[in-house]
DNA sequence: TCTTAAATATGATTTTTATCATGTTTTAAC
DNA sequence: GTTAAAACATGATAAAAATCATATTTAAGA
């Protein structure tokens, strides 16, 4: 479904998106700790996010990520595009070339529906939606 | 979602539930050419699965793979457990610990119920509904 | 009984994914 | 300007998954 990678870059954006502010920003080690992800690995993907705009960098002494306004304008649908790339999502359960209802594989009926409903909502709630979900304690994010 | 192994491994045993009989036998071999698997490959999954009594196996010439009634009645849910162990589809989308409603990670809302829906149907169904499906042509199989 | 065709068992190799390490650039604070 | 703290870039290593190779066992058929 999701690779490991693009889990922590989720994972790391709503992080972001509770924790920081455009006068808060937060460092990767800091970030990586709290959500419990190799710190260097983190890196990694939050400077790919970065370099898409998906997330806000400061460099040097008292720099670090956080999300803009606008970086909260994005779904997390984004994130794992970003990552995964954005052929990952759309593929068969059983890697039958491509996923279509004309021709389903045995499994399609049973998966299709309920995934479309999910990548809708991936795609259409943004990052706003999220951490609203987790503030009001109807969602939770640490391990 | 699921591994690559276990979608080949499905897809070996519903080629099997359409094609082969306790007298109609199948060689690995061309099992792995119709299903578009590598060979070797699926020669193995297909001894796991046949260590498991999910699948028939005859040794020696004229021999080869099929499917008894028996084993026609085994989900594919089984098939999968025995390919993947059964932690992997129970796992929350994002991996945290444990997937429950009690501390629902932010995907959960969005992906849980359709995923138990498809859970349960890849559980209660057995291999004879797909292969029907898959005879009445309302769905397909190949690549 | 001998040969041969199949599954089975085991392990080696390759590829992909995840992880770690190290040097470079930028910029705030002194 | 010098220093230091951060992101950034690049590549090396490790772990896991997928793939391939080879030798062994079983049983049909001549
Ligand atoms: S064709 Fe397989 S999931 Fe749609
Ligand atoms: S807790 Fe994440 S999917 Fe259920």
Redesign the interface.
């Known amino acids: ?2 690779s ?1 990678s693009s ?1 922590y870059a ?2 790391a954006v ?1 992080y972001l998106a509770i924790h920081s502010h455009k006068n808060k920003k937060i460092m990767a080690k800091d970030i990586a700790e709290s959500i419990n992800v190799p710190q260097a690995y983190l890196a990694k993907l939050l400077q790919e996010l970065s370099r898409e705009e998906i997330i806000t960098s400061v460099k040097g002494p008292k720099g670090g990520f956080y999300l803009s306004d606008d970086n909260r304008n994005f779904s ?1 649908m984004d994130v794992v595009n970003v990552i995964d790339g954005d052929k990952r999502l759309n593929s068969c ?5 491509k996923c279509n209802a004309e ?9 299709s ?3 479309s ?2 990548m809708e ?2 795609q259409k ?1 943004k990052i706003k939606y ?1 951490s609203k ?2 503030e009001e304690g ?6």
């Open positions: 479904m999701l490991n889990k989720v994972k709503l997390l359960v059983l890697s039958l070339e021709k389903p594989c045995p499994l399609h009926n049973l998966i529906p309920s995934k409903v999910f909502s991936l709630k999220f979900q987790i109807s969602a939770f994010l640490p391990l």
